[in-house]
């Protein structure tokens, strides 16, 4: 009796091939069909991962106030305006910090998890944040010391305010009411209250010196420029 010769699975004929994957219960086109819809998963899994890592990363140049209006805080430079982007992260422990790339350019850091931290009510307080950062990034090379660049950030920042109707006298009760409870910077200042005062008597003076030319103006000193909350 002969013996039957079986071929190695390369040689079998598409039948055959088609029969065995019957016979185990797996069609060939259902095999590759899953194969194709396991990578596209992947693939999916992947692009979804790279958008958030851009959209964690990438900064924006628009800062949502209050009311819902869209603003951005320009700076002066030897090539024209510059819109200040920002980032929303882990701010040191602040509610915002202001802070420079390796060009010497500003950036903002705003840590928005704790905004609810800084007003529950109106809003004013995180409106009051912005320009308060902005006004760090607009006068920064003519502040020397801490204490000279958070008592320049809120006069410059409450003046500013003002000349946009962003402000009323009303909330600036309610701004100077915060830095009394939470007596702000009370190590440079002796109290909160103190503060705002300052704060006050500053923004009704004109201005003594102009904005910060960035690329012209000596770069910015290496000092800590966060505001409100920190730990």
Excluded at 13 to 23: E, G, I, L, S, T
Excluded at 60 to 81: M, Y
Aim: proline share 6%; aromatic share 12%.
């Amino acid at each position: 009796m002969m013996r039957a010769v079986r071929r190695p699975p390369e040689q079998e004929p598409m039948a055959d091939h088609k029969r065995r994957y019957k016979q185990t219960g797996i069609s060939n086109e259902r095999g590759m069909l899953d194969v194709s819809k396991s990578r596209l998963i992947l693939n999916l899994w992947r692009v979804c991962l790279w958008c958030l890592a851009v959209s964690w990363s990438t900064p924006g140049v628009a800062f949502t106030l209050s009311a819902g209006q869209e603003i951005s805080c320009k700076v002066h430079t030897v090539n024209g305006e510059y819109s200040i982007p920002e980032q929303n992260r882990y701010a040191y422990g602040f509610a915002g910090f202001t802070d420079f790339d390796q060009s010497g350019l500003p950036y903002f850091i705003f840590d928005k998890s704790r905004f609810p931290q800084v007003d529950q009510s109106s809003g004013i307080l995180v409106d009051f944040l912005f320009y308060h950062e902005c006004a760090h990034a607009r006068f920064e090379s003519h502040f020397k010391g801490p204490f000279e660049s958070e008592l320049g950030a809120n006069c410059e920042g409450l003046r500013k305010m003002r000349i946009d109707g962003r402000i009323t006298a009303a909330q600036e009760i309610e701004v100077g009411r915060f830095h009394a409870n939470a007596n702000l910077y009370a190590t440079l200042f002796g109290s909160g209250i103190t503060f705002w005062q300052l704060t006050l008597s500053c923004a009704s003076n004109p201005p003594s010196y102009d904005e910060t030319v960035y690329g012209r103006d000596p770069p910015p000193k290496n000092v800590p420029l966060g505001s409100f909350l920190r730990n």
